[in-house]
């Protein structure tokens, strides 16, 4: 609506309202249920003759802690529709909407209407003049804890008259008054916004000639658009308003480019398109990051600590103790001093890796890319890197071949014990944490996010009191060089021994073979194993000279991770349908919402083919009596999202929930919409208890929290 019909109707409606003479109010009959009453206004009680437009209103009185949407509502809800193909002389019929307020519904910011709200209506005739009869079959959306849809008719005629209703025209010119101005009367000199190519946020900048005071913004980018809370800053005395809002999930298919409605308390909203920019404007001023006390560093120290310690004794980490085992045995023959350096080395090789990773994590943390706990596991040359290794390392323990390389890992690894050196020592510890790291314990996930969502000091300090838990093995060897012995002592028993260590070190490989075909595809998986087989014949059989050797392995062992990175981006892009004996669903995060608006509970669970706590959890709890008739019971619906790939969607929904890591599992319901989020290690008992405790609702308005 432009700003001078916007201004002449409210012109009519305010002449309208200072008659004097008596009428009779002429409304339609009303619509009520338990969340909303609705009917149909007009500020005229009958058509003045030769008019050409009339003004009306869709009239709702919501009930308390209840809500209806705006013309966009956000990710889930929908918009007031009404059909007016039943009307007679009636020619079209335009809705305006008054700009909106802000709720949180499930998690998820929403806008729409709260108490009561009228969508003035402008009606233009056919015949000028003639009697009206005003006929619309409306679709209307309530929502509370649960939404509720409403389909209903109604009906409003106007015989031919020239009286006017003060308190309807009055009622309509209140809310016409908060319809959003537009084109040259929004008081807006410049306007620039800037979306990232990821489409994870919006920043934008607005320069206003009347300085703004306590502005919200909302932001349309088309349907099924959820976004997040907008950070919004004020500048230059007010005149510049600049914000930033989070963009959780994107609907290709109905994407616009950023249409901007801002309001200033209710005398003032705007509704208008900025400029788009490639680079995001700067904020008039930077907030300073609020700095835990040494209190809490030192518990989500201890926390770290804990997760890492048990870390040893999660069923990832067997290769791990594999290698531990082997290490101490082969520690035997040295004296104590010399026990004590290689141990010490261990626990080196441990902090490095975890130093490294947290290094790693922190640069591109300021580079804007998404991170997290065990990711280089969905990266195709790393797990091809890693099968190669294992391979190399199980071939070895099965006496096929013997390397005599001092410089190589996997000599230093395969070390029988005859060099004097500690690289083996040190080699162990930090494969050993490179192998951990696909694991997630208790007490993990809230020490890394913690640690990615602060500083980088916070980072360098979780991962070292992480890397201090998983080495304190090592640590308590080193202290106590004792230890050793109580071992038994070498003998032929050690050969049995190294064909077992030697076959649990395949089997983990195998396990990421499977990983690999689902990340990188099966072509990726088959290319993997004939080079690795390749190099280690060249291993076994030592053909030619020992420098054309040494570079064909060079080659062979680079070439899988090529061949592994390159294949992957033919695999397909999207991971599998979910199976299994759970009637899964593929992961929605505006599904969860809307399941939950019609009375739903869903489980929702993280997960990945590269994450044994994961398969743990899914084995031993979820596939078993009674979650499993529970998740696949009436009323439940059982959400799976695969992280086994890359998947930005999945990536902002841990995000959101202030998580860095899998396994993830929180269940949602008319009792929680904003969900129970359970622990990394699941059980039946906190499972069966989130289920009934969501399914439970419970009458308060405090599920839709409304923010003024």
Wanted: hydrophobic share 50%.
């Amino acid at each position: 609506m432009t700003g001078a019909r916007h201004i002449g109707l409210l012109l009519i409606l305010g002449l309208g309202m200072l008659a004097t003479s008596p009428a009779i109010a002429v409304t339609s009959e009303a619509y009520s249920s338990t969340s909303v009453t609705a009917k149909l206004i007009s500020a005229q009680d009958g058509v003045p003759s030769g008019t050409e437009t009339l003004s009306a209103g869709l009239d709702l009185t919501l009930a308390e802690g209840w809500k209806a949407y705006w013309r966009s509502p956000g990710e889930v809800g929908s918009p007031p529709e009404v059909d007016w193909s039943g009307s007679s002389n009636v020619a079209n019929v335009e809705m305006l909407w008054p700009a909106p307020e802000r709720f949180t519904a499930f998690g998820i910011e929403n806008f729409g209407y709260h108490d009561s709200v009228v969508l003035p209506l402008q009606i233009t005739l056919q015949q000028p003049g003639e009697p009206v009869d005003l006929v619309g079959t409306v679709k209307l959306l309530t929502c509370s804890e649960v939404c509720v849809p409403h389909t209903f008719e109604l009906a409003l005629s106007l015989p031919p008259g020239s009286d006017i209703d003060t308190a309807s025209a009055s009622r309509i010119s209140t809310f016409l008054s908060r319809v959003p101005s537009e084109g040259n009367n929004t008081g807006i000199e410049a306007a620039v916004a800037s979306i990232d190519a990821k489409q994870t946020a919006l920043t934008l900048e607005l320069l206003s000639a009347k300085a703004f005071v306590s502005p919200d913004v909302f932001v349309e980018l088309g349907a099924g658009t959820a976004l997040g809370k907008p950070d919004i800053r004020l500048g230059d005395g007010g005149r510049r308003l600049w914000a930033r809002i989070p963009i959780l999930t994107v609907n290709e298919q109905t994407y616009n480019d950023p249409v901007l409605t801002v309001t200033d308390g209710p005398e003032r909203a705007l509704t208008l398109s900025p400029q788009l920019m490639s680079d995001p404007p700067e904020p008039p001023f930077r907030l300073e990051q609020l700095v835990p006390g040494l209190n809490k560093l030192a518990w989500i120290a201890m926390i770290a600590f804990l997760g890492g310690l048990i870390l040893n004794v999660m069923p990832c980490v067997l290769p791990v103790l594999s290698i531990k085992l082997s290490s101490a045995i082969k520690a035997q023959g040295r004296g104590s001093r010399s026990v004590r350096i290689g141990f010490l080395a261990a626990a080196a090789g441990v902090m490095s890796f975890m130093w490294a990773l947290a290094a790693i994590l922190y640069v591109l943390q300021l580079f804007g890319v998404s991170v997290g706990w065990g990711l280089q596991f969905q990266n195709p040359a790393f797990l091809a890197l890693m099968v190669l290794v294992l391979v190399i390392f199980s071939a070895n323990l099965f006496g096929l071949f013997e390397l005599a390389l001092p410089s190589a890992l996997q000599t230093r690894l395969s070390n029988a014990g005859g060099t004097p050196g500690h690289g083996a020592d040190f080699a162990t510890g930090f494969f050993g944490a490179v192998m951990a790291t696909p694991c997630s314990a208790p007490f993990l996930g809230t020490a890394i996010a913690f640690a990615l969502a602060g500083r980088g000091v916070d980072i360098m300090i979780v991962f070292t009191a992480l890397g201090l838990g998983l080495a304190l093995p090592y640590l308590l060897v080193a202290l106590m060089p004792g230890l050793v012995s109580v071992l038994p002592k070498p003998g032929r028993w050690m050969v049995g021994l190294k064909l077992v260590l030697g076959g649990l070190l395949l089997g983990t490989s195998i396990w990421l073979l499977w990983v690999l075909t689902s990340v990188a595809g099966p072509l990726s998986m088959i290319v993997v194993v004939g080079l690795s087989l390749l190099l280690l014949l060249v291993l076994i059989q030592r053909p030619w000279s020992p420098s054309l050797r040494g570079l064909t392995v060079i080659v062979l062992a680079v070439l899988p991770m090529v061949s592994a990175e390159l294949l992957a981006r033919q695999a397909l892009a999207g991971p599998e349908t979910p199976g299994g004996r759970i009637n899964w669903v593929a992961f929605d995060r505006g599904g969860i919402a809307r399941r939950v608006s019609q009375g739903e509970v869903v489980f929702v669970d993280v997960t990945a083919d590269w994450c044994l706590t994961c398969k743990a959890n899914k084995a031993l709890v979820l596939e078993r009596e009674p979650v499993l008739a529970a998740l696949n019971s009436d009323g439940v619906t059982a959400m799976q999202a695969d992280w086994t790939r890359p998947d930005e969607r999945i990536s902002r929904f841990l995000e959101a929930n202030n998580r860095y890591g899998i396994p993830f599992n929180a269940v949602y319901g008319p009792g929680a919409p904003n969900g129970i989020i359970l622990s990394e290690i699941l059980s039946s008992q906190d499972v069966m208890m989130a289920l009934e405790t969501a399914r439970i609702s419970e009458v308060r308005s405090s599920n839709l929290e409304f923010e003024k």
